[in-house]
């Protein structure tokens, strides 16, 4: 595999990841767009990563880039959560996260974590919505458009 990280799991060749993940992505991006239900991918790291990484993986970066060119709205925190370390300290990003092993291991994102994310996606999913709205409203006025030609017409 010439990805950096390869699931362990072989079919003949080693599975790539980011192939796996933006063929993933695309189908249920194709399902919820049948639905007329939109979708918003974020990518959000663990602050172990923030801590220890020097720089985003590149096969987050790929996954990330093939998946917005999907035109799937996309999040990504790295930049976020890196600037927040810079800025306020490591005290201010370990607040993100439920922390374990006395303050040593980052678990899953605290409610201030959470909150953190929700004020991250909420324009994307405003967006979203408003694109998902005026969709629907253009149909319904050309409902009424058609509706209005029928019946001001008469027979």
Not at 36 to 47: E, R
Not at 108 to 118: I, R
Request: net charge positive.
């Amino acid at each position: 595999c010439a990805r950096p990280i390869c699931f362990p799991v072989t079919i003949g060749e080693p599975v790539d990841p980011v192939a796996v993940s933006v063929a993933l992505m695309d189908r249920l991006n194709q399902n919820l767009i049948d639905r007329g239900i939109p979708l918003v991918f974020l990518l959000q790291y663990g602050g172990s990563q923030i801590t220890q990484w020097k720089d985003e993986p590149d096969w987050a970066k790929e996954t990330y880039r093939q998946i917005e060119s999907l035109g799937i709205i996309s999040i990504n925190t790295w930049n976020q959560l890196r600037q927040i370390r810079s800025e306020h300290g490591q005290s201010a990003l370990d607040r993100l996260y439920v922390m374990r092993d006395n303050g040593k291991i980052h678990g899953h994102m605290s409610s201030h974590g959470n909150e953190f994310v929700a004020k991250l996606i909420t324009p994307y999913v405003k967006k979203a919505y408003q694109h998902k709205d005026e969709k629907r409203l253009s149909k319904k006025q050309e409902i009424i458009n058609i509706f209005n030609a029928i019946t001001l017409k008469g027979p």
